[in-house]
């Protein structure tokens, strides 16, 4: 189900995924997709088909709302014109739990008495709310909203009022959000995690209620502390008293405000701002870790390490370049997919994919392990850094995740001493060479290092090689400087033959000769202008324009110099012009008052300063509005069934049926591998009056959907059985396997979460003193990865020839030094 702006008029289509080209269906994208692509919105389908979009709703977007659609439940949305349900929202993200249906935004603050605003919000509707009767008609009966806090702690708490982006994660409960300063203010972010039952908690608390417009805004009880999402049985009112509708008008907003997990975030940075935020828990060696991507405002992607402890904070792991830095996009969506571990960026043109999973960076101990990246660790076995999946044997896979890593830092280079005056040869470039002393100093104090820019100045000094300069030959005369007349002609020459180096000494003469030409060719009579002519008209009557003069050449056509001349003229600004458009037809508004209804038209004014009227354009729009009663006293016009209104004469005429809109698809009978789905129409548009024909044609159709074949995840064989232990005495291992085969995952199903290998301790009681020991261990891998066959050690009591010697390395301590 897709939805686009198109142009100010909003469609939604219906398409497949395996072709994205093909439409099945359209609808009216209004109320569910906003008209300007500027508008913040957010939108998600239930499991059961209703659409739930937080948007704009108009043309000129000044009417946002939270607005349910499709399935089979009655069209909802938050009131309109309202500040206390919803105050300019900018809206960010919704997430659809258990009986909710959670939307968060940011707005301005009503509550806040001092001066403009902006607040964090977490909004809430019941998914089962149907609206009330006479109050609240085709409105929320349980929409709810909180304010989210994100703070810097202290004396003066610095607030991160503005949410930008967030991301849930249903196993935890736990939604991590990136907040920011206004746009007008210092630029900086912070990451905070909030748990889903401190939300529910805020919700279950008291109100925050102003009586009216001059009085405070205090705590009021909740009305109803017992409230859950089902106290509308079974599509009835039985519940939702004249009381209930009342409180539900005006109790909105909740007195406590949503405390993050911890109080110091989780991230912060001054001078950038975050857009986008995605989080990915890793499976580390001893724990799990949760890495946060986040979006900069200059394009590139910032991967942080939560907190490992309330004393070491967050880690900063790396900065990913995905542009050149003069051709960096802005980041418009961050998704992961965690079934092939890859972060997908959406920019304006292309969608960017990057492995989440970068081990093979690292390409010594020391850089795999300093990393601290929970991805990577260092595989003894294989000598390289890999991910846990990939590693032979945990035991011998190295992480240390107790610390941040060391950033590397830009250091500029530095010159050092001179070294010592020394003879040194030079060649002018001729053959010829000559000696000279000379010096050196290396850019090593320090050295250039993490991209630090290198030494400025010279890195050799010569001394005592002068050369003095020689003339070059004299090059060919020029031509004359004119075809008839004294003219002069120039050769020169060069002090380069060789040039002189190294304090040498210059070439003495003159490098340039010249002499008279053609004195004795006469020229033809002389050619000269005529007087500038008067300034033509200006080209325009006011702004700015140009105007010109001419000149002809007397005697001749080659006089120098050009025949016209330009110039700015009637720079005065051009007076003020002003025009208006029509009035547009009267539409419909989607109020209702005592059974009558709202029409609203519109009309366009510009001023500019310009010269020609039939250049100015449309700009500012204008409103008018009505209202229209149901029986018509009001006096606006209708086009009635079959009835047309002429001067207070009514005449009835035949009416032919008229088939309406296609309705939605209905649900898929099946989720994949091929079902069936419906839609249908009826002869309602308009009805069949006064013996007009009725509609031809069906009406109903079917359709194949979801003919993709369904995901398989994949699951574990059985364990085998355990090998044989190791070692007879002294401590060893048993070890068992399992595949991912039972079956393998397919058509995009999840894969095998776990271990692939289990490890247990056996035969730990010592061995005997007088008994020795030789060992082999299993390192060589087979390509069918089987265990190797027999025993990995063997055991013997020493002979009486053992040649003992004190002091000596017995042969025990030999065995295990081979082994």
Not at 192 to 219: T, V
Not at 284 to 306: M, N
Not at 513 to 532: G, Q
Not at 694 to 720: H, I, R
Request: charged fraction near 20%; aromatic fraction near 10%; glycine fraction near 8%.
């Amino acid at each position: 189900f897709t939805c686009g702006t198109n142009a100010f008029t909003p469609i939604c289509t219906n398409r497949t995924l395996t072709n994205l080209t093909e439409i099945h269906d359209q609808i009216s994208g209004m109320a569910r997709c906003p008209y300007n692509p500027l508008h913040n919105s957010t939108a998600l389908i239930t499991s059961s088909g209703e659409l739930y979009a937080a948007t704009a709703m108009d043309f000129s977007g000044r009417d946002p709302a939270i607005y349910r659609s499709l399935g089979g439940l009655p069209p909802l949305r938050t009131a309109q014109y309202n500040s206390k349900w919803l105050n300019e929202p900018n809206f960010v993200s919704s997430y659809d739990i258990a009986n909710f249906t959670y939307f968060f935004f940011r707005e301005n603050a009503v509550e806040h008495d001092c001066g403009r605003t902006v607040f964090s919000r977490v909004g809430r509707v019941c998914k089962n709310d149907i609206g009330g009767r006479f109050l609240l008609e085709d409105t929320w009966t349980t929409f709810m909203k909180a304010r989210l806090n994100c703070s810097r702690p202290g004396e003066i708490p610095f607030n991160y009022n503005e949410l930008q982006g967030t991301f849930y994660l249903p196993e935890l409960e736990l939604l991590y959000g990136i907040f920011t300063t206004n746009v007008n203010s210092i630029a900086a972010s912070a990451v905070c995690a909030f748990n889903l039952s401190a939300i529910s908690h805020s919700f279950n608390g008291p109100f925050k209620y102003q009586e009216n417009s001059r009085s405070a805004w205090l705590p009021y009880p909740n009305p109803n502390p017992d409230f859950q999402c089902g106290t509308i049985d079974s599509g009835t009112y039985v519940n939702l008293t004249e009381r209930n509708l009342q409180d539900a008008q005006k109790f909105l907003l909740m007195h406590e405000v949503v405390q993050p997990v911890v109080p110091v975030p989780y991230f912060m940075e001054d001078n950038v701002r975050f857009s986008h935020v995605a989080v990915d828990v890793v499976q580390g060696k001893d724990t799990l870790f949760h890495i946060i991507y986040l979006a900069t405002d200059y394009g590139t992607i910032r991967k942080v390490l939560s907190p490992l402890n309330q004393s070491t904070g967050s880690c900063l792991l790396e900065e990913i370049e995905l542009f050149p830095p003069r051709k960096r996009q802005v980041i418009r969506s961050l998704l992961i997919l965690h079934s092939r571990s890859e972060l997908y960026v959406g920019v304006r043109d292309q969608v960017i994919k990057i492995p989440l999973k970068r081990c093979s960076y690292h390409k010594s101990r020391e850089a795999c392990v300093g990393a601290r990246d929970p991805y990577c660790g260092w595989d003894m076995l294989l000598k390289k850094c890999t991910t846990l999946e990939e590693s032979v044997r945990m035991s011998q896979w190295e992480q240390s995740i107790s610390k941040c890593p060391v950033r590397n830092v830009t250091v500029d280079g530095g010159f050092g001493h001179w070294s010592s005056w020394s003879m040194c040869s030079h060649s002018d470039g001729g053959g010829s060479a000559g000696s000279c002393l000379c010096r050196t100093r290396a850019c090593d104090s320090p050295a250039p290092q993490c991209g630090g820019q290198q030494c400025h100045g010279i890195s050799v000094e010569v001394a005592n090689c002068s050369r003095n300069g020689a003339w070059t030959p004299w090059t060919s005369w020029s031509p004359c400087s004119t075809s008839c007349g004294i003219g002069f002609q120039v050769r020169q020459r060069s002090c380069s033959n060789p040039a002189p180096r190294h304090g040498g000494r210059v070439c003495v003469g003159q490098n340039r000769e010249e002499r008279y030409c053609n004195e004795h060719l006469p020229c033809p009579p002389h050619v000269y202008w005529s007087a500038w002519s008067a300034w033509e008209r200006c080209n325009v009557p006011c702004g700015g324009g140009i105007q010109s003069r001419r000149r002809t050449c007397e005697n001749g056509d080659d006089c120098p110099g050009c025949g016209q001349e330009y110039q700015s003229c009637n720079t005065l600004p051009c007076p003020e012009l002003k025009k208006t458009t029509p009035w547009t037809p009267w539409t419909p508004v989607n109020i209702s008052d005592n059974g009558g209804h709202y029409e609203q038209r519109f009309r366009y004014t510009c001023k500019a300063r310009i010269p020609d009227p039939a250049l100015l354009e449309v700009g500012r729009q204008r409103i008018e509005m009505r209202y229209c009663s149901s029986d018509g006293s009001t006096g606006c016009s209708t086009d009635g069934e079959g009835e047309v209104l002429r001067l207070g004469r009514i005449s009835r005429h035949s009416v032919n049926g008229g088939w309406t809109a296609w309705g939605s698809w209905s649900q898929c009978s099946r989720d994949c591998s091929r079902g069936i789905r419906s839609r249908k129409r009826t002869c309602t548009n308009p009805e069949p009056k006064y013996g007009g024909q009725t509609c031809m044609g069906p009406a109903q159709e079917f359709q194949e959907c979801n003919v993709t074949p369904c995901p398989v995840d994949g699951s574990w064989s059985c364990w085998s059985s355990w090998s044989k232990c190791s070692v007879t005495c002294g401590g060893g291992h048993y070890m068992r396997t399992r595949t991912c085969n039972n079956p393998l995952p397919a058509h995009g199903g999840d894969i095998c979460l776990g271990l692939h290998t289990e490890e247990a301790l056996c035969n730990t009681q010592p061995c005997p003193e007088s008994w020795s020991i030789r060992v082999r261990h299993c390192d060589v891998l087979f390509p069918t990865g089987n265990q190797c066959a027999g025993n990995s050690s063997e055991t013997r009591p020493c002979s009486p020839d053992s040649n003992f010697i004190p002091g000596s390395i017995t042969r025990t301590q030999r065995a295990f030094e081979r082994g």
